[in-house]
């Protein structure tokens, strides 16, 4: 059977599957046939919903939401993690076949519907609804921890400001044979005391809470604050504010960049990132190069390479389809989303290419291997803060590269809460009459209130559980029944019709096998495997045990297993998003099976209070029974 007939016979099973999920009465069917403007699924374009003032503005913002913290914080986390250079094949493999399908498909959603995840699923098919709650959900935990990252950048900018860097200051002064925590700080190893004593003060696990850190909280309130005023009125705001915070960040990463590779041991640094065979020459333990290729084997680097992508591109999170529903029906974002993909991996590579320049420097002084330095948020505020203290004029590089993480984090997050306000205007989970500003600051103040946890002694450890749980494996699921609602139940040919209608391009069957069935089966294995893996070998975390005065190469942390209640909390991250789909499917299914008895009154609307009565939207949802 050729691929053509393929994708007939999947037409005609989703439009039978439409049919079977929307039965439609008589009476409907009859006001349906005597309406003069009949609903061809394409919705008339909403004149009077908010746009972007520029097409600048649209990509400045979209870009800002890519190219975050993930890029400059995360991606090179993942590369030390995963065999240097070997986690580039898994991270370019899942760009072409995962990345930017889904970005066009996001893309799409926001720009034909014009409404945020939640509409804009239901718009596809009333039982999808649960794909865009899970969206919510996912942005909602990430947005959480996410701040926690950006309270750290805060803290460290202003230690920057000091005359002396308090990570390259003098250590406290020792009483003989002193085994205290002080004892930890000798020269090579003052930016991990500081980290992990003077900042943290991290408590020895994470069952236990310790007090509260009141510097990193304040902190904490600033970034929540900064969010609440530059998002007060949406896009009108922080479309403006992005001139700065998008464009800041490259200036500033390009400056970092020539300081980096002007440092000592540099290009050891680089090396180590480009080529997956080469040995650390320079390092008490040299890297077991031998061993990087394995990682390819393992289903959960795929895993990760594939949540990178996401985090890069913002998938999954709601605020790409948001951002794109601000856009004019005609806009071609084939074009922006292959730009966009781009200048997020460049990116990427650039931003790689600075960090390992300056960890490679940082190794070679300290004689260890770059392996053996710190991972997690430590490589930014340990290892890259260390090798900064030590060039001239230390101040202004070490504020240059913080303030640029914190733009960078910002941005992000300025586009996690755009998607969940707009997501929510597709509900009537909030009153239309609360003016927007005061849900947002609502919301703000919500979060803040929820990410105290964060602020106590065993903040980082929680910070590190919502790094694992809140998004890697929701996200995976959220994209693959995202890929299903588009290429197989909304039907691969109408959605490329629209494709060409918007764009003025019609995919080639090289993007039609990737809708249809490489990018959903990819996600599934890469799923399916990286379960099987996570049971078989389940996520550790970092417990601190502090420094070994008898072997100062020795790691501050042990890797061991979460206690039962860190896994309740893990269960709850992944599930209370997830089940969302198959819940608000259930749901839709329910009068089909049960009668209109069964029939449950969900909290959606898709077209805005304004527009009133008679909009293509909102006769779909009368004809659903929903509106």
Same mark, same amino acid.
Not at 364 to 374: F, M, T
């Given at each position: 059977?050729?691929?053509?007939?393929? /994708?007939?016979?999947?037409?005609?099973?989703?439009?039978?599957?439409?049919?079977?999920?929307?039965?439609?009465?008589?009476?409907?069917?009859?006001?349906?046939?005597?309406?003069?403007?009949?609903?061809?699924?394409?919705?008339?374009?909403?004149?009077?919903?908010?746009?972007?003032?520029?097409?600048?503005?649209?990509?400045?913002?979209?870009?800002?939401?890519?190219? @975050?913290?993930?890029?400059?914080?995360?991606?090179?986390?993942?590369?030390?993690?995963?065999?240097?250079?070997?986690?580039?094949?898994?991270?370019?493999?899942?760009?072409?076949?995962?990345?930017?399908?889904?970005?066009?498909?996001?893309?799409?959603?926001?720009?034909?519907?014009?409404?945020? $995840?939640?509409?804009?699923?239901?718009?596809?098919?009333?039982?999808?609804?649960?794909?865009?709650?899970?969206?919510?959900?996912?942005?909602? #935990?990430?947005?959480?921890?996410?701040?926690? =990252?950006?309270?750290?950048?805060?803290?460290?900018?202003?230690?920057?400001?000091?005359?002396?860097?308090?990570?390259?200051?003098?250590?406290?002064?020792?009483?003989?044979?002193?085994?205290?925590?002080?004892?930890?700080?000798?020269?090579?190893?003052?930016?991990? #005391? #500081?980290?992990? #004593?003077?900042?943290?003060?991290?408590?020895?696990?994470?069952?236990?809470?310790?007090?509260?850190?009141?510097?990193?909280?304040?902190?904490?309130?600033?970034?929540?604050?900064?969010?609440?005023? $530059?998002?007060?009125?949406?896009?009108?705001?922080?479309?403006?504010?992005?001139?700065?915070?998008?464009? +800041?960040? +490259? =200036?500033?990463?390009?400056?970092?960049?020539?300081?980096?590779?002007?440092? !000592?041991?540099?290009?050891?640094?680089?090396?180590?990132?480009?080529?997956?065979?080469?040995?650390?020459?320079?390092?008490? /333990?040299?890297?077991?190069?031998?061993?990087?290729?394995?990682?390819?084997?393992?289903?959960? $680097?795929?895993?990760?390479?594939?949540?990178?992508?996401?985090?890069?591109?913002?998938?999954?999170?709601?605020?790409?389809?948001?951002?794109?529903?601000?856009?004019?029906?005609?806009?071609?974002?084939?074009?922006?989303?292959?730009?966009?993909?781009?200048?997020?991996?460049?990116?990427?590579?650039?931003?790689?290419?600075?960090?390992?320049?300056?960890?490679?420097?940082?190794?070679?002084?300290?004689?260890?291997?770059?392996?053996?330095?710190?991972?997690?948020?430590?490589?930014?505020?340990?290892?890259?803060?260390?090798?900064?203290?030590?060039?001239?004029?230390?101040?202004?590089?070490?504020?240059?590269?913080?303030?640029?993480?914190?733009?960078?984090?910002?941005?992000?997050?300025?586009?996690?809460?755009? @998607?969940?306000?707009?997501?929510?205007?597709?509900?009537?989970?909030?009153?239309?009459?609360?003016?927007?500003?005061?849900?947002?600051?609502?919301?703000?103040?919500?979060?803040?209130?929820?990410?105290?946890?964060?602020?106590?002694?065993?903040?980082?450890?929680?910070?590190?559980?919502?790094?694992?749980?809140?998004?890697?494996?929701?996200?995976?699921?959220?994209?693959?029944?995202?890929?299903?609602?588009?290429?197989?139940?909304?039907?691969?040919?109408?959605?490329?019709?629209?494709?060409?209608?918007?764009?003025?391009?019609?995919?080639?069957?090289?993007?039609?096998?990737?809708?249809?069935?490489?990018?959903?089966?990819?996600?599934? %294995?890469?799923?399916?495997?990286?379960?099987?893996?996570?049971?078989?070998?389940?996520?550790?975390?970092?417990?601190?045990?502090?420094?070994?005065?008898?072997?100062?190469?020795?790691?501050?942390? !042990?890797?061991?297993?979460?206690?039962?209640?860190?896994?309740?909390?893990?269960?709850?991250?992944?599930?209370?998003?997830?089940?969302?789909?198959? %819940?608000?499917?259930?749901?839709?299914?329910?009068?089909?099976?049960?009668?209109? %008895?069964?029939?449950?009154?969900?909290?959606?609307?898709?077209?805005?209070?304004?527009?009133?009565?008679?909009?293509?939207?909102?006769?779909?949802?009368?004809?659903?029974?929903?509106?």
């Amino acid at each position: 059977m050729d691929l053509d007939q393929v /994708l007939v016979d999947h037409d005609q099973l989703e439009v039978q599957f439409r049919d079977d999920y929307n039965p439609v009465t008589n009476d409907e069917k009859s006001r349906n046939d005597s309406d003069s403007t009949p609903n061809d699924g394409r919705e008339q374009w909403d004149e009077d919903r908010i746009t972007w003032g520029s097409n600048l503005e649209f990509i400045l913002s979209t870009i800002g939401s890519v190219v @975050g913290l993930g890029n400059l914080w995360r991606f090179p986390i993942k590369v030390k993690q995963y065999g240097g250079a070997v986690f580039l094949i898994p991270y370019f493999t899942m760009l072409i076949i995962e990345g930017i399908p889904l970005f066009l498909v996001e893309m799409w959603i926001g720009q034909k519907f014009r409404a945020g $995840c939640i509409g804009g699923f239901y718009k596809i098919h009333k039982a999808l609804s649960g794909i865009g709650f899970a969206t919510w959900m996912i942005g909602f #935990y990430t947005n959480l921890y996410y701040n926690a =990252i950006v309270m750290y950048t805060i803290y460290y900018f202003f230690a920057s400001l000091q005359k002396t860097l308090p990570w390259a200051a003098d250590c406290p002064t020792l009483l003989p044979n002193d085994t205290s925590p002080a004892a930890c700080c000798i020269d090579s190893k003052r930016a991990q #005391y #500081y980290w992990y #004593y003077e900042v943290l003060h991290i408590s020895p696990d994470i069952s236990t809470a310790g007090s509260f850190n009141w510097d990193i909280t304040l902190c904490l309130f600033a970034a929540w604050l900064t969010c609440f005023l $530059c998002m007060i009125k949406g896009i009108k705001t922080s479309g403006k504010v992005v001139y700065v915070t998008a464009v +800041f960040p +490259f =200036i500033a990463l390009l400056g970092l960049f020539i300081m980096g590779m002007t440092l !000592e041991g540099a290009f050891e640094g680089v090396k180590y990132f480009f080529d997956p065979t080469y040995v650390f020459e320079g390092a008490t /333990l040299k890297n077991d190069t031998v061993n990087n290729w394995s990682h390819l084997y393992k289903p959960y $680097c795929w895993l990760e390479a594939a949540a990178q992508i996401f985090y890069s591109l913002s998938l999954g999170f709601g605020s790409c389809i948001a951002f794109s529903s601000y856009n004019p029906p005609k806009t071609d974002f084939y074009k922006q989303a292959l730009g966009i993909s781009v200048v997020n991996s460049v990116t990427s590579l650039f931003a790689g290419v600075t960090i390992f320049a300056i960890v490679g420097s940082n190794a070679v002084k300290n004689g260890v291997s770059i392996d053996d330095l710190s991972t997690g948020p430590g490589l930014a505020f340990i290892a890259v803060s260390d090798a900064i203290a030590q060039t001239p004029a230390a101040q202004l590089w070490s504020a240059l590269f913080f303030i640029m993480l914190f733009m960078l984090g910002i941005d992000s997050q300025f586009a996690g809460i755009e @998607g969940m306000m707009t997501a929510l205007d597709d509900t009537t989970l909030v009153p239309k009459n609360i003016p927007r500003p005061v849900v947002i600051a609502l919301f703000c103040a919500l979060s803040f209130l929820l990410g105290l946890p964060f602020g106590m002694q065993n903040g980082q450890y929680l910070v590190d559980l919502f790094d694992n749980f809140s998004a890697n494996f929701p996200l995976m699921m959220v994209a693959f029944f995202e890929v299903i609602a588009v290429a197989w139940v909304y039907g691969i040919n109408r959605f490329c019709d629209d494709f060409e209608e918007m764009t003025g391009y019609y995919p080639n069957i090289i993007w039609k096998i990737l809708w249809v069935a490489v990018t959903p089966l990819s996600l599934a %294995a890469i799923l399916i495997y990286s379960l099987v893996d996570q049971l078989q070998n389940p996520i550790l975390y970092g417990q601190f045990i502090g420094c070994n005065l008898a072997d100062s190469t020795a790691s501050w942390t !042990e890797d061991v297993n979460y206690p039962p209640w860190a896994w309740g909390i893990a269960a709850i991250l992944v599930f209370s998003s997830f089940l969302f789909i198959p %819940a608000m499917a259930i749901l839709a299914y329910l009068p089909k099976f049960f009668g209109p %008895a069964a029939f449950v009154r969900l909290p959606l609307v898709a077209a805005q209070e304004e527009n009133g009565p008679g909009t293509e939207i909102t006769k779909d949802l009368e004809m659903t029974g929903v509106a």
